[in-house]
């Protein structure tokens, strides 16, 4: 829902702010008020491109902003987290066009392109005006919403997981293919370096281990001559560490006879006795263990040496050789059973292509079936708006591939039906289309063809009345949608926009009192002098205003009280 639409120096505007509420919302106006405005500004945060002609003279730049909940639009809480911004309940949309043309977007103060600001207003906004941004004129989503109509979704999403694996097992299956040469050319070059690399058998963390016993190894006589120094410093010496600490235990037990405060440190310095102790007992311990071993010495060099030359070769570190002997371990052993993976390849890929197949005929025949019932619905809602000879049809049609599909190539997938190959897309086999006609002895054309202006939004209307439950756009958007029409036709559209309206938010600029007469909130534009200058303004109409306003639209600029009188029963508050 558009909860609130700001604008600042926008052609005629100056400053504009109004507060939307759900429902039918209601926006009239004289001719040349301003109404078409609004339109154009809204269409700026929406993508629309835009110039610096509409910067409003003597300002910097122009500002439209608009608050647009989202709390339950999936697509584009999606959307915004892949993009990397975090959706709240709401969201603030924001662009602003400087007077030298430079245009700036913004989605909750982040800085986005504009591409992807159109992205997200195609997903929240349809606006059927003269700047079109109708998501049922873009054939590419006509299949989307007959699958929505259908509640078809949860079977697309189970050919999508299998389209997918098709997808998988194709690539994979092809990559073989294109390897299949260089595998053979390799084969024995990989053969002659796994026989280098297994003669050394490296192991993970060896070399670490060998570099820590060569330097204890290299370092015996060092370590022999030290720990005996260092044994004699701390036990077998005249002035030994040990009898020094003993002397001085003694003394202060001595003192602690006396006064027990000592006690305490005479426990301490016996305490040093004992660490002493098993000190002189560790470093006793590693002085007779010392091992002067030349032949285990050249072992361990010579080692080293041996992996250090498989790292110059094979990966630069000692993981870099394992991960390279992993490799052409699977590449050997993918050359030598090539046939047997390329069969169960080929298996893996028939089995996905058949069930992609299975799922895309029932889908086909559900989409035909939902197919008939939208065009039956369409064209009752045609008729109500006075479109008497309206014919729709959702035509449903396949590609056929000629020649079938090879496994080697990379342009697309394609399913077997009977004599046929059919090419798969990302919703099955099917494309849809709709066609219509509005007048008696003419062909149905593309719905993408039809006719501009006025007809263009009833006819808008008739498929949004029919596809509402299902048309996950949350704000509907309607400009001049009664050019042509009076009397019976116009409150059946203003009808149709109100039985909408339960679904959608529906915002639509009218001159018919009978569309008018069944706002749920209604805004007039108007303009004004204000300091030698004239500006478009909005307000929103209380009741009694708005029985004046459809008592205006209804009897013109003079009203009277019979014009008041109808504009209430017209109202429904009599």
């Not at 300002?59 to 902003?65: C, M, P, Q, T």
């Not at 026989?195 to 015996?220: F, H, M, W």
């Not at 056929?400 to 190959?421: F, N, P, Q």
Request: charged share 30%; net charge negative.
């Amino acid at each position: 829902m558009l909860k609130s639409l700001s604008i600042k120096n926008y052609a005629l505007i100056d400053e504009l702010e109004i507060e939307l509420s759900s429902g039918l919302v209601i926006i009239t106006g004289e001719t040349g008020a301003g109404k078409s405005i609004l339109i154009d500004a809204l269409g700026l945060i929406l993508g629309n491109r835009a110039s610096s002609e509409v910067v409003r003279s003597g300002a910097d730049k122009a500002v439209v902003e608009a608050i647009i909940a989202i709390a339950g639009n999936k697509k584009v809480r999606a959307l915004l987290q892949e993009n990397e911004l975090e959706p709240a309940d709401d969201v603030l949309v924001r662009r602003e066009v400087s007077s030298k043309g430079l245009s700036r977007c913004f989605i909750d103060d982040t800085p986005v392109t504009l591409a992807f600001q159109k992205q997200i207003g195609e997903l929240l906004v349809d606006l059927h005006g003269q700047h079109e941004h109708q998501s049922l004129l873009h054939v590419e989503t006509h299949i989307g919403m007959l699958d929505d109509f259908g509640g078809l979704e949860g079977m697309v999403s189970e050919y999508q997981d299998a389209y997918r694996k098709l997808r998988a097992a194709r690539a994979e299956l092809r990559e073989l293919r294109e390897r299949e040469q260089q595998l053979r050319e390799k084969r024995d070059f990989y053969a002659f370096q796994m026989q280098e690399i297994e003669a050394v058998a490296p192991q993970s963390g060896e070399e670490e281990q060998l570099e820590t016993e060569l330097k204890i190894l290299e370092n015996a006589e060092k370590l022999f001559g030290a720990t005996g120094k260092l044994y004699e410093q701390l036990y077998e010496g005249e002035q030994s560490v040990h009898d020094m600490l003993v002397v001085v235990r003694n003394q202060l037990q001595d003192l602690a006879d006396i006064d027990r405060k000592f006690l305490e440190a005479a426990a301490e310095c016996g305490s040093a006795v004992a660490v002493v102790s098993e000190l002189a007992k560790f470093v006793q311990g590693y002085n007779s263990r010392v091992e002067f071993n030349p032949e285990r010495l050249e072992q361990l060099r010579d080692r080293l040496g041996r992996l250090s030359l498989l790292k110059k070769k094979y990966g630069g570190s000692l993981d870099g050789v394992l991960a390279h002997r992993d490799k052409i371990a699977r590449e050997l052993s993918l050359a030598e059973n090539y046939d047997g993976v390329l069969r169960k390849l080929s298996a893996a890929v028939t089995e996905a292509r058949e069930a992609c197949g299975a799922i895309a005929q029932r889908l086909s025949v559900k989409r035909h079936d939902v197919g008939r019932k939208i065009d039956r619905a369409i064209v009752a809602e045609l008729e109500k708006l006075g479109i008497r000879n309206g014919r729709f049809t959702t035509r449903i049609t396949q590609q056929e591939r000629a020649g079938g599909v090879s496994d080697t190539e990379t342009d697309g997938e394609a399913v077997r039906l009977g004599s046929s190959w059919l090419a798969l897309n990302a919703r099955g086999y099917d494309d849809a289309e709709f066609y219509l006609s509005t007048n008696l002895g003419e062909e149905e054309r593309p719905l993408s063809k039809v006719a501009s202006g006025g007809e263009v939004s009833r006819i808008m209307l008739a498929l949004k009345s029919v596809l509402a439950k299902s048309d996950r756009l949350p704000v509907l958007i309607f400009d001049e949608i009664d050019v042509g029409v009076s009397g019976r036709i116009a409150q059946a559209v203003g009808l149709g926009l109100k039985a909408l309206s339960q679904f959608h938010q529906v915002i639509a600029i009218t001159h018919l009192p009978q569309i008018a007469g069944l706002a749920d909130t209604h805004f007039v534009v108007f303009k004004r002098e204000q300091k030698g200058r004239t500006s478009t303004s909005i307000r929103r109409l209380e009741l009694d205003e708005q029985v004046r306003e459809v008592a205006k639209l209804m009897s013109g600029a003079e009203i009277t009280e019979a014009g008041l009188e109808g504009a209430r029963e017209l109202m429904g508050l009599k």
